[in-house]
T-cell receptor, first 106, second 113 residues
Framework: GIQVEQSPPDLILQEGANSTLRCNFS?????LQWFHQNPWGQLINLFY???GTKQNGRLSATTVATERYSLLYISSSQTTDSGVYFC????????FGKGTKLSVKP | KAGVTQTPRYLIKTRGQQVTLSCSPI?????VSWYQQTPGQGLQFLFE???????NKGNFPGRFSGRQFSNSRSEMNVSTLELGDSALYLC????????????FGQGTRLTVV
């Protein structure tokens, strides 16, 4: 099955800094999503991005399907950005990476 | 438009008991998938139902089962609970077919004692 690798596993930032989270896939996927898990456990949709680039406020994502990776950019980070970020990809059902735990310090 | 609703939110059960969790998908969504999240194993796929039929199944023992009703609501059942079944159980819904974007509920946190 597909393997998903996320990096870095942990990231500590000062408020206002920018960051890039990466997701690598072992095989091609036709569904790729980024999520932010809130403190109560719910996965909040950030991007559905099988290919190309999307932006939503301070967040943007790019997927290069031919090279089997996706990047999530967070600019001008805020303390509310803290939490765990997951990418999931699939040829059917989502397979998740282990996540990146982001801590933004004031 | 209401999101994905999971009930109950929290549950405490004793080893050996069984449990049923419920998931109501977004209106119009026909696919419901279930995931287990534990600190050690991360997010793992349990199974997917589409139009009342199990379409895919993950690598979990037969104690884990599910079903989907005609209104797309889904239930998952875990029989003979073990301590290792303590986890956050997440349900996701999607339109199905060629539309794959998944939306998750708030989860059910199950503790087995």
């Amino acid at each position: 099955g597909i393997q998903v690798e996320q990096s870095p596993p942990d990231l500590i930032l000062q408020e206002g800094a920018n960051s890039t989270l990466r997701c690598n896939f072992s095989d091609s996927v036709n569904n790729l999503q980024w999520f932010h898990q809130n403190p109560w456990g719910q996965l909040i949709n950030l991007f559905y991005i099988p290919s190309g680039t999307k932006q939503n406020g301070r967040l943007s994502a790019t997927t290069v399907a031919t090279e089997r990776y996706s990047l999530l950019y967070i600019s001008s980070s805020q303390t509310t950005d803290s939490g765990v970020y997951f990418c999931g990809g699939s040829q059917g059902n989502l397979i998740f990476g282990k996540g990146t735990k982001l801590s933004v310090k004031p | 438009k209401a999101g994905v609703t999971q009930t109950p939110r929290y549950l405490i059960k004793t080893r050996g008991q069984q449990v049923t969790l419920s998931c109501s998908p977004i209106s119009g969504h026909r696919s419901v998938s279930w995931y287990q999240q534990t600190p050690g194993q991360g997010l793992q796929f349990l199974f997917e139902y589409f139009s009342e039929t199990q379409r895919n199944k993950g690598n979990f023992p037969g104690r884990f089962s599910g079903r989907q009703f005609s209104n797309s609501r889904s239930e998952m059942n875990v029989s003979t609970l073990e301590l290792g079944d303590s986890a956050l159980y997440l349900c996701a819904s999607s339109l199905g077919g060629s539309v794959l974007e998944a939306f998750f509920g708030q989860g059910t946190r199950l503790t087995v004692v």
